[in-house]
């Protein structure tokens, strides 16, 4: 499986972004998804996940309200809708699959794609 993030940028405090996540290889529809994210200096950390259906998501608790995880496997594709940018969520965020979904998970996925660089602007 590959994964291939897309869409950050340079965006002002209180703006949106919609980040995607397109997987090649192979059908990633029965894999749970996930985004995480690492700033400079910092450790990579969870972000969001969701259930191979879509029926189930998690979130970490610094983006709950602001960013909503959702896929299309339709198009083996991954999103991740973020609202309310804040200067602190400027990182590389990263899209992983996990071949577990149950329960979803916040570490020690199976696949990770190339980051995509978030930066919010105060």
């Known amino acids: 499986v590959q994964l291939q993030a897309s869409g950050g940028g340079l965006v002002q405090a209180g703006g949106s972004l919609r980040l995607s996540c397109a997987a090649s290889?192979?059908?990633?529809?029965?894999?749970?998804m996930g985004w995480f994210r690492q700033a400079p200096g910092k450790e990579r950390e969870f972000v969001a996940a969701i259930s191979w259906g879509g029926s189930r998501s998690a979130y970490a608790d610094f983006v709950k309200g602001r960013f909503t995880i959702s896929r299309d496997n339709a198009k083996n594709t991954a999103y991740l809708q973020m609202n309310i940018l804040k200067p602190e969520d400027t990182a590389v965020y990263y899209c992983a699959a996990d071949r577990r979904n149950n329960p979803l998970r916040r570490n020690d996925y199976d696949y990770w794609g190339q980051g995509t660089k978030v930066t919010v602007s105060s």
């Open positions: 290889g192979r059908t990633v529809s029965t894999y749970a």
